[in-house]
């Protein structure tokens, strides 16, 4: 028994403001992905502004207006839908504002980013081979840096970072202020990401703060 529990008679941990990760895992996204893949690649060998010899490339930002996508924005929206449940949010509507889609190459990287103007963010594994890069999201609370104790051991409660290894047909959503990057694709093969952005319609916010979008 150790000394504290010999004064304390009762000990609880209180988690004040916590950082939330939504995790999904898509039915049947095998078949799905392959279909995905053709049309990916079919709109890259067709899109001159982008050169994939520079180590990466990105569609536009309007894949959530095509056909060929609307099963996974479909997903998008049920994942959002669950989310903003989750939370208790107010709002008359939510919509997406912009989807696109990564391929990145080997070697190829995401520096520390996050998406403005939007309230949630999302992102789906289409191609996701092993060594092809974490998704890392950091510690939004910027004082906490301060002083960083070495550690025994890293956990949840002392890390600063916090990563996700991508896997095939997971989807995951997170606040657009949420500050991530995405680790170096070490794999020969490629990694293929779709990303999103969600924002919600209508009156929202506090009374000393509303604002309509």
Not at 43 to 51: F, S
Not at 58 to 68: D, I
Not at 72 to 96: H, I, M, N, P, W
Not at 148 to 153: L, M, N, T, W
Request: proline fraction near 4%; charged fraction near 20%; charge should be neutral.
């Amino acid at each position: 028994m150790t000394q504290a529990a010999n004064i304390f008679a009762k000990r609880e941990i209180a988690q004040f403001f916590p950082t939330c990760l939504w995790t999904h895992e898509l039915r049947g996204h095998a078949a799905l992905n392959d279909r995905l893949v053709k049309e990916l690649h079919a709109l890259r060998d067709v899109d001159k502004e982008h050169d994939p010899r520079d180590g990466a490339w990105q569609s536009g930002t309007n894949l959530h207006q095509m056909e060929a996508f609307r099963p996974l924005t479909q997903a998008f929206a049920a994942a959002t839908a669950g989310v903003l449940d989750f939370l208790k949010s107010r709002y008359e509507r939510f919509d997406v504002t912009s989807c696109w889609a990564n391929i990145n190459y080997r070697g190829e990287s995401a520096r520390v980013h996050t998406h403005p103007n939007n309230f949630l963010s999302g992102v789906y594994y289409v191609r996701a081979p092993k060594n092809c890069g974490d998704i890392v999201f950091q510690d939004p609370r910027r004082q906490a840096v301060v002083l960083i104790p070495s550690v025994s051991e890293w956990t949840p409660y002392n890390a600063s970072t916090n990563s996700i290894t991508p896997q095939e047909g997971s989807l995951l959503l997170f606040h657009s202020w949420f500050q991530h990057m995405v680790e170096a694709n070490r794999s020969e093969e490629e990694r293929i990401s779709i990303a999103f952005n969600v924002m919600l319609r209508g009156s929202v916010g506090h009374t000393s703060g509303r604002a309509v979008f």
